[in-house]
């Protein structure tokens, strides 16, 4: 567990992958539990011109990116995702969103979390459920 980890640390760490940082990710909160982490619309995110909603993959890399980064506090780390489920309640008109990680299960080798997905009007429009390889690595 790892107690010297701070908000702006794990942001550090998140932002050094190119895909979250054009995503906008921000770290809101965090604590030994979970992680709140806020995504920055793009236009780039559209997938229907007439109606405007944003792709459901946006929707699921969100679930996954809050459920693995919620075992933060734990791993000192992103972790593989081995398994993941999404299930998607209302479309994701324009606008940020707020993906809100908590961890279900801690374990040595494999872990569950969970994640749900806000406009900020605080509707649900997505959660899910993954299962993460948490081992340390070797070298």
């Not at 992103?78 to 801690?106: E, F, S």
């Not at 749900?116 to 649900?124: A, G, Q, T």
Request: with cysteine.
């Amino acid at each position: 567990m790892s107690d010297e980890l701070t908000i702006e640390s794990v942001q550090e760490m998140l932002l050094c992958a190119p895909y979250h940082r054009w995503l906008g990710l921000s770290v809101l909160a965090l604590d030994e539990n979970g992680i709140d982490i806020k995504a920055t619309w793009r236009e780039e995110w559209v997938v229907n011109a007439e109606k405007r909603y944003t792709h459901g993959g946006v929707l699921a890399a969100l679930v996954d990116l809050a459920a693995d980064w919620a075992l933060v506090k734990r791993t000192s780390r992103g972790v593989p995702t081995l398994d993941l489920r999404v299930d998607y309640h209302a479309a994701a008109m324009p606008g940020d969103l707020i993906a809100k990680g908590r961890v279900v299960k801690a374990g040595g080798t494999i872990s569950c979390a969970e994640a749900h997905v806000y406009n900020l009007e605080d509707r649900l429009l997505a959660s899910g459920r993954g299962t993460y390889f948490t081992a340390k690595p070797k070298n």
